[in-house]
T-cell receptor
Framework: DQQVKQNSPSLSVQEGRISILNCDYT??????FLWYKKYPAEGPTFLIS?????DKNEDGRFTVFLNKSAKHLSLHIVPSQPGDSAVYFC??????????????FGGGTRVLVKP | DVKVTQSSRYLVKRTGEKVFLECVQD?????MFWYRQDPGLGLRLIYF???????EKGDIPEGYSVSREKKERFSLILESASTNQTSMYLC?????????????FGSGTQLSVL
């Protein structure tokens, strides 16, 4: 049973427009959320994160919104650029333990930004 | 910059073979992880280690084992490879003293089991 779900496997958007990627989670113990970006033949790279004490975090063109009551987060990319074409993974982490913290990932959303 | 290096980019093995996937990180990170990536399933955690000689099972440990004899190196072992282990394998590391859970990933090993 997937604890982190990205229900849209793909998204196509015109260059310059907004890309909105969604992610839902079921584990109420998750307190830290991240987005990773992955290009083909490369490992995922960290994009942006948000703690459960916040509802918004912004970094340049990327903004992550967290709705804890709905157990939902979203990533907004504005404006979208062709170089943003990649697979985006949502990830979540539970309360910090004494040793080791693991991330639980969603299934990914493939974004295509058309020129 | 953190560098996580996986020894092979592509591997082709036969069913029943013993397979070793090697991963080395150069940032003195305490935590190391092995994930596999499959279409539609995202990244699933196989095993992780938070210290030398320590290991914990992830979500899908069956058919795998790991070894961490040195802090910088974390090996994934497929004792008897099967076709359902054909996948992209990703190694990652993170610091225990960091204030967030950011993982640094290697470029991945695409394993095909025939």
């Amino acid at each position: 049973d997937q604890q982190v779900k990205q229900n849209s496997p793909s998204l196509s958007v015109q260059e310059g427009r907004i890309s909105i990627l969604n992610c839902d989670y079921t584990n109420s113990m998750f307190d830290y959320f991240l987005w990773y970006k992955k290009y083909p033949a490369e490992g995922p790279t960290f994009l942006i994160s948000i703690s459960s004490i916040k509802d918004k975090n912004e970094d340049g063109r990327f903004t992550v919104f967290l709705n804890k009551s709905a157990k939902h987060l979203s990533l907004h990319i504005v404006p979208s650029q062709p170089g943003d074409s990649a697979v985006y993974f949502c990830a979540a982490s539970a309360v910090r333990k004494a040793a080791g913290n693991k991330l639980t990932f969603g299934g990914g959303t493939r974004v295509l930004v058309k020129p | 910059d953190v560098k996580v290096t996986q020894s092979s980019r592509y591997l082709v093995k036969r069913t029943g073979e013993k397979v070793f996937l090697e991963c080395v990180q150069d940032m003195d990170h305490e935590n190391m992880f092995w994930y596999r990536q499959d279409p539609g399933l995202g990244l699933r955690l196989i095993y992780f280690s938070y210290d030398v000689k320590m290991k914990e099972k992830g979500d899908i440990p069956e058919g795998y084992s790991v070894s961490r004899e040195k802090k910088e190196r974390f090996s994934l072992i497929l004792e008897s490879a099967s076709t359902n282990q054909t996948s992209m394998y990703l190694c990652a590391s993170s610091s225990s003293v960091a204030t967030n859970e950011k993982l640094f990933f290697g470029s991945g090993t695409q394993l095909s089991v025939l």
